[in-house]
Structures are given as structure tokens and as C-alpha cells.
């Protein structure tokens, strides 16, 4: 058969290029439920970008040539074993309908998740692909919501019959678009002329839209985003005055834009985030001050083994409520886990944050300043907010440890 009748065969590498675009999409798939076209879609989008993005990322590893560098085995390994060591805590656990809930979140999404960020963040074009898609995501989700607020067709602040699932959606769509906002900022350090005036607009436009859904933790995020990843960037090039100005800078925009909009109240109207930052009052006790406090207690009372697997709402009163969580990774990992849980959640992600601070003055400075902006937000919101079932922060994981990983493209 000549070459010009031979069947069309796809090239391995264009099978893998969407895993950027697919990882991009499952990660922040619960932010775009947000919207109100998608929120009606007759099937689940996490669970179709899963199995899109599966197939894809065993395409990737195909493809590529890995190196693993060094301090990468500790974390790698510490990871599993968490995993592993909370299925056995299942096993004192008190918990019948929480530990149902957690234990295959565990075991079926965290450690895909996980090699999924270590495999898009080593290799350059997923990476590059994945950040697009995230500022795409971003403005999409902002200015969905935005719309649906304006036309009345979402909820915002828990008015809804499942008020955790509202907001969790809300504080999830925060969080992508705080990821958008520190990729656009960084853009803005690295792009030149007209182009930087444009990337420093869509920057001011995502920080004003992640008001709108009304988290808090987005609000902190975004503003961590915004100022961090391109300080990184500048710093790794040796241009401390230019990330100290910019840091600055930042601070005092983000200043003078939330005091003119409490300064017109019609501006300030239907920004959730702004009632719950200066209208709620500042006497009552937070609600994660006592959920750490309780923890700690527990992790005390419960050591060494700790309370098993989703053991922690009920020990602490709140019956099987898997919302009411300690709201800090370490402190869950003391309680539920006791204190091999807490060695293996240090090992497993402070060692990653270790090893990215390393690896960060060894890779380039844009690569090392993009992982910021996507783990930034995600680590507050793990110390503050989520539990050890979430997908977001074992895909966080894996873009930290991506840090020590090169991919190199295969010639055959």
C-alpha cells in the first residue's frame, strides 16, 4: 500500500495534548456547576472529565521521558501511606455514614489526582495548556455567576434547601476564579508593552468577580494569588525591588477598590463577600476556632491511634455530618488519624511544600511562579477549610511535587 492510501492513524503525542485542557476541566469542574448553563447538565462533569482525562494522562506518560529528582521519594511514598493508613483507621472508627462518604473519595480520587498534577505539571505543554484553560474557566464561572446574580436565577449564602451544597459550589467557584487571578497577574509580569495593560484589566476584572460568590477564603485567596505568584516570579530572577513593589502595589489597589465600594452602596449591593467581611458581627466565636479547638482536644484525648477514619464529628457532638470536619488538614489528620496520621500528612504535604521551595530556584521561574498561583489558593483553603476527601488539594499535591519531575519528549 502506497504512503498516500495508507489509513490516517493519530499521533500518540495529539492524543495527549488535551490532559492540560482535561485536567484543567475536572479540577475546577465543581466551580463551573456554578454556572448557571452547566449547573442543568443532564450528566456529571466531573465524572466525564475523569474519564476523558484518564486515557489521556496514560497517552502522556507514554510519550514523555520522565526524571525524577531528588527529596521526590519521601513525599511520593508518605502520600499512599496516608491513604492506606486511613482506610485502617476506618476500622475504630464510630462512624458508619461519614466514613462511607470518605473512605472512597480516598481511595478512588486521591491518588489519580495526585499523579495526574505530578504528570501535567512536569511536562511543559500540559502545564501551559492547563493554566489557559484555568483563566478560561475562571472568567467563565465569574461572569456566569455574575449574570445569574443579576437575572435571579442562583442563591447565594446558603438560601437554598441544601444549604452545604451551595456552599461548597460557592466556595469552590471562588476558588477557580482566585486561581484565574493569580495567572492573569502573573501574565502581567511577563508580558511587555500593550499586552501587560491587558493582562493587568482581566486581572482587575477576576478580583472583583470572586466578590461575587461570597467566600471569604476566595476573597484571601485571590489576593495571596494575585501578590504571590508574580513576587516569586520577579524574586527567582533576582528583582526583589520589583516584587516588593509589586506586593505593595497590589495591597494598595485591593485597599482602595474595597473602599469605594463600600463607600457607594449600590455598588456594594449583592456582594456576599463584603457582608460577610464587614456586616456580621466580630464578637461571636468563629465557627473553625471551635472546630480546631475541638480537634486538638480530640487528638489528645484519642492518641496515639486518634478517633478513626470520620470519627471526629460525632466524638465532638455533631452527629454524621461529614461537613462538620476539624476545617484544617493537620488537625483532621491528629484526630481521625491519630499521630501516624499526622507524620504521614507532614511527610506527604510538608514535605511537597518543602521540596517546591527547593525546586523553585532549580526550574524556571515561570513554571515554578505558575504553580504558585494554581497551589496558593488551595493550600489556604486547606489549612482553613477542606477535609482529606478533597480531589483539589491531592491535584495541588501533585503540581508541588511536579517541581522535581522533567519531561522530555520522545523521539522515535
Given at each position: 500500500?502506497?504512503?498516500?492510501?495508507?489509513?490516517?492513524?493519530?499521533?500518540?503525542?495529539?492524543?495527549?495534548?488535551?490532559?492540560?485542557?482535561?485536567?484543567?476541566?475536572?479540577?475546577?469542574?465543581?466551580?463551573?456547576?456554578?454556572?448557571?448553563?452547566?449547573?442543568?447538565?443532564?450528566?456529571?462533569?466531573?465524572?466525564?472529565?475523569?474519564?476523558?482525562?484518564?486515557?489521556?494522562?496514560?497517552?502522556?506518560?507514554?510519550?514523555?521521558?520522565?526524571?525524577?529528582?531528588?527529596?521526590l521519594?519521601?513525599?511520593?511514598?508518605?502520600?499512599?501511606?496516608?491513604?492506606?493508613?486511613?482506610?485502617?483507621?476506618?476500622?475504630?472508627?464510630?462512624?458508619?455514614?461519614?466514613?462511607?462518604?470518605?473512605?472512597?473519595?480516598?481511595?478512588?480520587?486521591?491518588?489519580?489526582?495526585?499523579?495526574?498534577?505530578?504528570?501535567?505539571?512536569?511536562?511543559?505543554?500540559?502545564?501551559?495548556?492547563?493554566?489557559?484553560?484555568?483563566?478560561?474557566?475562571?472568567?467563565?464561572?465569574?461572569?456566569?455567576?455574575a449574570?445569574?446574580?443579576?437575572?435571579?436565577?442562583?442563591?447565594?449564602?446558603?438560601?437554598?434547601?441544601?444549604?452545604?451544597?451551595?456552599?461548597?459550589?460557592?466556595?469552590?467557584?471562588?476558588?477557580?476564579?482566585?486561581?484565574?487571578?493569580?495567572?492573569?497577574?502573573?501574565?502581567?509580569?511577563?508580558?511587555?508593552?500593550?499586552?501587560?495593560?491587558?493582562?493587568?484589566?482581566?486581572?482587575?476584572?477576576?478580583?472583583?468577580?470572586v466578590?461575587?460568590?461570597?467566600?471569604?477564603?476566595?476573597?484571601?485567596?485571590a489576593?495571596?494569588?494575585?501578590?504571590?505568584?508574580?513576587?516569586?516570579?520577579?524574586?527567582?530572577?533576582?528583582?526583589?525591588?520589583?516584587?516588593?513593589g509589586?506586593?505593595?502595589?497590589?495591597?494598595?489597589?485591593?485597599?482602595?477598590?474595597?473602599?469605594?465600594?463600600?463607600?457607594?452602596?449600590?455598588?456594594?449591593?449583592?456582594?456576599?463577600?463584603?457582608?460577610?467581611?464587614?456586616?456580621?458581627?466580630?464578637?461571636?466565636?468563629?465557627?473553625?476556632?471551635?472546630?480546631?479547638g475541638?480537634?486538638?482536644?480530640?487528638?489528645?484525648?484519642?492518641?496515639?491511634?486518634?478517633?478513626?477514619?470520620?470519627?471526629?464529628?460525632?466524638?465532638?457532638?455533631?452527629?454524621?455530618?461529614?461537613?462538620?470536619?476539624?476545617?484544617?488538614?493537620?488537625?483532621?489528620?491528629?484526630?481521625?488519624g491519630?499521630?501516624?496520621?499526622?507524620?504521614?500528612?507532614?511527610?506527604?504535604?510538608?514535605?511537597?511544600?518543602?521540596?517546591?521551595?527547593?525546586?523553585?530556584?532549580?526550574?524556571?521561574?515561570?513554571?515554578?511562579?505558575?504553580?504558585?498561583?494554581?497551589?496558593?489558593?488551595?493550600?489556604?483553603?486547606?489549612?482553613?477549610?477542606?477535609?482529606?476527601?478533597?480531589?483539589?488539594?491531592?491535584?495541588a499535591?501533585?503540581?508541588?511535587?511536579?517541581?522535581?519531575?522533567?519531561?522530555?519528549?520522545?523521539?522515535?
Amino acid at each position: 500500500m502506497s504512503a498516500a492510501a495508507a489509513p490516517w492513524r493519530p499521533e500518540a503525542a495529539v492524543l495527549a495534548a488535551g490532559s492540560g485542557a482535561l485536567a484543567a476541566v475536572m479540577h475546577f469542574a465543581g466551580a463551573l456547576k456554578s454556572v448557571p448553563g452547566l449547573a442543568a447538565l443532564p450528566f456529571d462533569l466531573t465524572a466525564l472529565a475523569f474519564a476523558a482525562l484518564l486515557p489521556s494522562l496514560v497517552v502522556l506518560l507514554l510519550v514523555r521521558r520522565w526524571w525524577l529528582g531528588r527529596g521526590l521519594a519521601l513525599p511520593l511514598a508518605a502520600a499512599p501511606g496516608l491513604v492506606l493508613w486511613l482506610v485502617l483507621a476506618g476500622a475504630w472508627s464510630v462512624s458508619d455514614d461519614v466514613l462511607a462518604e470518605k473512605l472512597p473519595a480516598l481511595v478512588l480520587l486521591a491518588p489519580p489526582m495526585l499523579l495526574a498534577g505530578l504528570l501535567v505539571g512536569a511536562d511543559t505543554p500540559a502545564l501551559r495548556r492547563f493554566c489557559t484553560a484555568t483563566v478560561v474557566i475562571g472568567v467563565v464561572v465569574g461572569g456566569g455567576i455574575a449574570w445569574g446574580v443579576a437575572a435571579g436565577q442562583v442563591v447565594l449564602g446558603g438560601n437554598a434547601a441544601d444549604t452545604e451544597l451551595v456552599r461548597v459550589q460557592y466556595q469552590l467557584a471562588g476558588l477557580a476564579i482566585a486561581c484565574a487571578a493569580g495567572l492573569a497577574a502573573l501574565r502581567v509580569a511577563e508580558a511587555r508593552g500593550l499586552a501587560r495593560l491587558g493582562w493587568l484589566g482581566l486581572t482587575a476584572v477576576l478580583s472583583a468577580a470572586v466578590l461575587v460568590p461570597g467566600g471569604r477564603l476566595a476573597l484571601l485567596a485571590a489576593g495571596l494569588a494575585v501578590a504571590g505568584a508574580p513576587a516569586l516570579f520577579w524574586v527567582l530572577r533576582g528583582r526583589w525591588l520589583a516584587a516588593l513593589g509589586w506586593v505593595g502595589a497590589m495591597l494598595t489597589a485591593g485597599l482602595f477598590g474595597l473602599g469605594l465600594l463600600l463607600a457607594s452602596p449600590r455598588g456594594a449591593a449583592g456582594l456576599r463577600t463584603l457582608e460577610r467581611v464587614f456586616g456580621e458581627p466580630s464578637t461571636a466565636t468563629p465557627a473553625r476556632v471551635l472546630l480546631w479547638g475541638e480537634a486538638l482536644r480530640w487528638g489528645g484525648e484519642a492518641a496515639p491511634l486518634g478517633l478513626g477514619t470520620g470519627g471526629f464529628p460525632q466524638a465532638a457532638g455533631f452527629g454524621e455530618r461529614r461537613g462538620m470536619y476539624p476545617h484544617n488538614h493537620a488537625l483532621e489528620a491528629l484526630a481521625e488519624g491519630g499521630l501516624p496520621g499526622l507524620a504521614l500528612w507532614l511527610a506527604a504535604f510538608g514535605g511537597g511544600v518543602l521540596l517546591a521551595l527547593r525546586q523553585a530556584r532549580r526550574v524556571a521561574p515561570g513554571r515554578a511562579a505558575r504553580v504558585a498561583a494554581l497551589t496558593l489558593p488551595v493550600a489556604l483553603t486547606v489549612m482553613v477549610s477542606t477535609d482529606l476527601g478533597n480531589r483539589m488539594a491531592w491535584f495541588a499535591l501533585g503540581l508541588l511535587l511536579s517541581l522535581a519531575v522533567e519531561a522530555e519528549a520522545r523521539h522515535v
